[in-house]
């Protein structure tokens, strides 16, 4: 398309969340949209429908071989070369430098002198192993990249931290399609009766969504339950909507939780997940590392207060402590009882949360996030030419 800057995105998967950011992408008038995935999906980790029907841009998925040896996750691609000469882009932005894909397709911008933007999520506060190797690794990779997009505070300083300059980073707000959840929860109140009984939802519960692994801290969050006063447990119950490989061990240590009711929902998809966070009083997320946490976005989006830890990389953006939630320490159980408390008992001060979170989530829609990545690219893109 003449006149169009030729945008290539490499990222890892098709992910749903991400669809409605491309699309609103694809519509800018100055953007010619080409997304290089390196897997349809990853099944191991993720359960979500891909919704193709709903993608709007131009699109590939690379061939692949993945596994994972315990936590690290090997994903090896070809023809990634290939794919961006056919798609000769004045701009490439990847998603991550821990593909082997990333560094080919950096390798490949360095030779055609093609602007490499890296998409950055990460945070201070990420608890990985081998850390001080990873970070090196990392370094080595930024210091090869023209710039930087990131989603939020957290993700900022973070970049800052190696030395960046800020004019390098541009910041596209992480964004869910807010306009989905908010109307699915809209429909869902309007009718709740119905589908509290076809979820099988208590009247009243604190919501988690989210992988059950212990890293999303859901035994901290259990803890915490317990230690509310039995006369609350009797009259406000404890739901958690995912799955994974902690499920069995909460579960047996959730049936000793007397009085009160801790239901272990399963997996939701996004249609099922919106009525959830619709019946839910509060959200909890008390993860002990998260480069964002999306549910954040989705339960903002429904108009819920927002208890959250502040490993959270989502909280400097969303979340602000007796605003709109709670942020209280990773790990710190009884601060997290005392919060959950505290909501639980003031039904005023919920519903003046709830709505400065749908508020505040309006500024993290698809179409802000697109204006970021398309700030970078254009800014880029014109320095080029100006050599």
Not at 102 to 110: D, I, K, P, T
Not at 166 to 186: E, L, M, S, Y
Not at 246 to 253: D, F, I, P
Request: aromatic share 10%; charged share 25%; proline share 6%.
């Amino acid at each position: 398309m003449p006149g169009l800057r030729r945008l290539a995105i490499i990222t890892e998967i098709i992910a749903p969340y991400r669809i409605p950011v491309f699309n609103a992408l694809a519509e800018h008038p100055e953007i010619d949209l080409h997304v290089i995935f390196l897997a349809e999906t990853d099944s191991t980790q993720r359960q979500w429908v891909v919704y193709k029907d709903e993608i709007r841009f131009s699109y590939e998925v690379l061939p692949s071989w993945r596994r994972r040896l315990r936590k690290q996750n090997l994903l090896v691609n070809w023809g990634v070369t290939a794919a961006l000469r056919r798609a000769a882009p004045d701009v490439i932005v990847c998603g991550g430098y821990n593909y082997v894909a990333s560094w080919r397709s950096l390798s490949w911008a360095r030779d055609a002198g093609v602007p490499f933007l890296l998409w950055v999520e990460s945070t201070a506060k990420d608890q990985r192993r081998n850390r001080s190797r990873i970070e090196a690794l990392k370094k080595r990779f930024m210091q090869e990249c023209s710039g930087f997009i990131v989603p939020g505070k957290a993700s900022f300083e973070y970049v800052r931290k190696f030395g960046i300059s800020p004019p390098k980073i541009f910041v596209a707000p992480n964004a869910v399609d807010t306009q989905f959840f908010t109307r699915r929860a809209g429909e869902a109140r309007r009718d709740a009766a119905a589908h509290c009984k076809a979820l099988d939802a208590p009247s009243r519960f604190f919501l988690f969504a989210g992988r059950l692994i212990p890293e999303k801290g859901i035994f901290d969050l259990l803890d915490a339950y317990a230690m509310l006063p039995p006369e609350l447990r009797r009259e406000i119950a404890l739901v958690l909507v995912g799955d994974g490989p902690a499920r069995a061990e909460l579960s047996r240590r959730a049936a000793g939780i007397a009085p009160g009711l801790v239901k272990l929902a399963g997996f939701a998809q996004r249609e099922q997940l919106a009525s959830y966070y619709a019946l839910a009083e509060t959200f909890v997320f008390p993860t002990h590392t998260d480069p964002w946490g999306l549910v954040v976005n989705e339960a903002a989006a429904c108009g819920l207060p927002i208890i959250a830890s502040d490993a959270a990389g989502c909280v400097p953006d969303l979340v602000e402590d007796r605003w709109n939630g709670r942020v209280v320490p990773a790990h710190d159980v009884a601060q997290l009882a005392i919060a959950m408390e505290e909501l639980a008992s003031n039904a005023e001060a919920r519903a003046v949360m709830s709505q400065r979170s749908r508020d505040r989530i309006h500024q993290y829609s698809p179409q802000a996030c697109a204006a970021g990545i398309a700030d970078g690219v254009l800014s880029w893109e014109a320095a080029l030419h100006e050599r």
